[in-house]
């Protein structure tokens, strides 16, 4: 790791301890406690025709080396997060614009955005 | 008095209401427009089976012979379900049902030129229903929804 990629290394922990939540995240029977950091939080809609959908839209922004043996993010991987005492569970989903459900963040990889939507 | 592609829709409604049979919460219903929630956080958050009939065009009436009238009215037919499993992505066969579903409860039914919707009004001879869409791909992936859009034209002779 150079010392460019130390220094983001070091930014990202400081932005997680900053502004960080604890939320579950799973794959199957496999779960990972750890901290994220909230990305975007909002609804979309498509309103294309007389029929309109919205979906409520979250991003977490995730220490990539704290997904561990889970390696990158998968569509279906579920994160829960309590928000205001109500256990949320939010569901890695690809875009709109068709790109997978998560990229990473910045050139050093150090951080992993995941994009979701909430199931319940 | 309602207008005429107004009182075609609602006829349609109450056709599909009554060869459906929709057991709450599945619906069926005329509507200008709808907004509902794909995901769970927005309300009024879309549960069981819907159809949506909506009025899209209809055509000022053409000369059919000397002495009678021939008058089009299109409409949307939308079905729509949200998958609610623990699957990343509906399942085939969930799927599978609901193209079923939409092609012998909807389809079939609208298209059948012996059906009479309103006095006079019959499926049109000229342009037959098609389905724009058997399921919405992007829906689909994003939502785990079931969508489809069909496009059903009928005809009355005045």
């Known amino acids: ?120 | 008095m309602a207008a005429r592609v107004i009182e075609v829709a609602d006829a349609v409604v109450a056709f599909l209401q009554a060869s459906w049979v929709p057991v709450a919460p599945d619906l069926v219903e005329r509507v200008y427009g709808a907004e509902f929630g794909l995901t769970v956080g927005y309300e009024p958050l879309l549960a069981g089976r819907r159809l949506m009939v909506y009025p899209a065009t209809y055509e000022h009436p053409n000369l059919e012979t000397r002495t009678i009238y021939r008058k089009e009215f299109v409409l949307k037919v939308c079905g729509v379900e949200r998958y609610t499993g623990d699957e990343a992505l509906p399942p085939k066969e969930w799927m599978d049902d609901r193209v079923e579903w939409f092609e012998k409860k909807v389809f079939l039914p609208l298209r059948n030129q012996n059906l009479v919707v309103l006095t006079s009004l019959i499926p049109s001879l000229e342009n037959p229903a098609t389905v724009d869409e058997v399921y919405d791909i992007a829906k689909y992936f994003e939502n785990k929804t079931f969508w489809t859009t069909g496009t059903f034209s009928f005809q009355e002779f005045t």
């Open chain 1, 1 to 120: 790791m150079n010392r460019s990629q130390l220094g983001a290394d070091a930014h990202a922990r400081f932005a997680k301890k900053a502004d960080g939540v604890s939320v579950v995240y799973g794959r199957g029977l496999v779960t990972k406690s750890l901290t994220a950091w909230i990305g975007t939080n909002n609804f979309s809609r498509d309103q294309s025709t007389a029929i309109v959908p919205i979906s409520s839209d979250r991003d977490y922004l995730l220490y990539t080396m704290d997904l561990g043996e889970l390696g990158v993010p998968q569509r279906g991987d579920r994160i829960t997060e309590t928000i205001n005492g109500v256990v949320c569970v939010y569901e890695a989903t690809p875009t709109a614009d068709g790109n997978p459900c998560w990229v990473y963040q910045g050139h050093s990889q150090a951080m992993t955005r995941i994009y979701t939507k909430r199931v319940s």
